[in-house]
């Protein structure tokens, strides 16, 4: 395949961190890996596959379209929740294809026994319930209806899950907060149960309450970004890290973003590099010219500011990022020539560009970041 660059995604990182997120979880709980946004980046047809290698049989996707993507490449008893948008055609080949999904409003679940009726295949719902995130969910004054619809379809609806999502677990400030949904979670799961209702699940936590409420694993838990590499913010890191005796981050990234130099050229003194005059060489300088512009993802506010490992060391990019191509300083390394590995995100060597050092951005742009990463750049699985 030609390519200008390619992500690769390193299997046995992958293994390390769900290792290490089981260790917290505990072998009640089950895992469901959150491969929403093209799995955080990672392309969801190659990741999705791999994890499941992995021993992985759970995954939970924002949507109809993408649980539709994925669907073909999992097992027949690996579980598939969409978590936010599904409707009309997609509603019904959810329920067809016993995809399971959260139902947060009266529409939805109106619509999904409609389905379930027509088709003659009990849809599997998760019921979600508002608790102060505020985005969506069932408010309270609603449950004595909820409930009653769910009593006179009960053949047409399976209880696969009750649920919730926390407003900002990943924010110290945010604590009180969360406290308290968790509290009204609780109640509120305690009122359905004593109408009589069984959930196969209960489950609240992304990454960050897998750290910080372990009371609150229940019985899944869904974790994005963690199972990537990456902590949901640095205080989810430091909290950890201060109850070590040796504080070592135990998770891994999996990605590597690689491309390569395409040309290089040696500037005069004074003169300026690329378009328009943001750059001029004050001295002699060489310059490396690698195939990945804004189109790829490499962001145009990395004009002037952007760093790639190039000779193992990190090294500036120097003038305006185009839409196909960056500039970058390789003065001190005049071994480099056309051909040579350049890394954008990754390890080469000892040099190491994280996400965040992409740009000046902070951690929880991370996920930002990453999502934003073109799905036209190949993704490849390796194996160390
Ligand atoms: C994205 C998301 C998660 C996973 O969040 P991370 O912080 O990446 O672990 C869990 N639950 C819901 C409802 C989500 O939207």
């Not at 598939?80 to 329920?95: K, R």
């Not at 009990?122 to 309270?140: D, Q, V, W």
């Not at 990234?253 to 003194?269: A, F, G, Q, Y």
Request: hydrophobic share 40%; charged share 20%; aromatic share 10%.
């Amino acid at each position: 395949m030609f390519r200008t660059s390619y992500i690769e995604i390193n299997k046995s990182a992958y293994q390390k961190n769900l290792k290490f997120l089981k260790s917290q979880i505990g072998a009640k709980t089950r895992f469901s890996s959150v491969i929403k946004g093209n799995a955080y980046g990672h392309g969801l047809e190659v990741f999705a596959p791999m994890a499941q290698a992995c021993g992985v049989d759970h995954f939970s996707v924002f949507s109809a379209d993408e649980a539709q993507r994925i669907k073909p490449f999992l097992n027949k008893d690996t579980d598939l929740l969409i978590m936010g948008d599904v409707y009309g055609t997609g509603l019904e080949w959810s329920v067809e294809n016993g995809v399971e999904f959260f139902v947060f409003d009266f529409g939805r679940l109106h619509d999904a026994i409609t389905i379930a009726k027509k088709l003659k295949i009990p849809a599997k719902i998760h019921i979600e319930l508002e608790t102060g995130m505020n985005r969506t969910g069932f408010e309270s004054a609603e449950y004595p209806g909820l409930a009653e619809i769910l009593k006179y379809s009960a053949e047409h609806v399976q209880l696969s899950g009750i649920c919730t999502h926390f407003a900002g677990a990943e924010s110290l400030s945010n604590f009180l907060r969360v406290k308290k949904q968790i509290k009204i979670f609780k109640e509120a799961v305690s009122w359905f149960e004593g109408q009589g209702f069984i959930f196969r699940y209960k489950h609240a936590c992304c990454s960050a309450a897998v750290m910080r409420f372990p009371e609150m694993h229940l019985d899944l838990v869904r974790v994005g970004i963690m199972q990537y590499g990456f902590w949901p913010s640095g205080e989810v890191f430091a909290e950890f890290a201060m109850n070590q005796d040796d504080p070592k981050d135990p998770l891994r990234r999996l990605i590597n973003w690689r491309s390569h130099v395409m040309s290089i050229k040696d500037i005069e003194p004074g003169q300026y590099v690329g378009y328009g005059s943001s750059f001029i060489a004050h001295k002699g300088m060489r310059i490396a010219i690698v195939p990945v512009g804004y189109s790829q993802g490499f962001s145009r506010s990395l004009s002037n500011h952007g760093r790639v490992v190039v000779g193992n060391q990190r090294e500036n990019v120097v003038g305006i990022v185009n839409m196909n191509s960056i500039s970058v300083d390789i003065s001190q390394s005049p071994e480099i020539k056309p051909g040579d590995e350049v890394v954008l995100i990754g390890r080469q060597g000892d040099a190491e560009l994280s996400v965040a050092s992409f740009s000046e951005f902070s951690d929880l742009m991370n996920y930002e970041i990453l999502t934003r990463l073109p799905v036209l750049i190949p993704r490849i699985v390796v194996e160390d």
